[in-house]
Nanobody
């Protein structure tokens, strides 16, 4: 099982980034996919989630209206489009997948650094 994030980097406040997470080794389409982030000295927090099939999404209040999560089951990839970035969005961003029958499992990627700075 692998989850590989990409697309992080350094961007100025107000800028945009698109994170990608490529999955392999499990039935991606049947898993709920989430993006989390962890800033220095803070706990990991849920940023956005999307159900299997993409019918429903949810967002942390701090990113509503600025971030959009989406998925492409044909490519086994989940995305996080981040607009109007703020310094407080600086963190390591992780994708995770939760699902499985009969035992639910959660898989994690290694994370990608996002730094918002002028």
């Amino acid at each position: 099982v692998q989850l590989v994030e990409s697309g992080g980097g350094l961007v100025q406040p107000g800028g945009s980034l698109r994170l990608s997470c490529a999955a392999s080794g499990f039935t991606f389409s049947r898993y709920v996919m989430n993006w989390y982030r962890q800033a220095p000295g803070k706990e990991r927090e849920l940023v956005a989630g999307i159900t299997s099939g993409g019918g429903s999404t949810n967002y942390a209040d701090s990113v509503k209206g600025r971030f959009t999560i989406s998925r492409d089951d044909a490519k086994n990839t989940v995305y996080l489009q981040m607009n109007s970035l703020k310094s407080e969005d600086t963190a390591i961003y992780y994708c995770s997948g939760t699902g499985g029958v009969p035992f639910t499992r959660t898989y994690w990627g290694q994370g990608t650094q996002v730094t918002i700075s002028s």
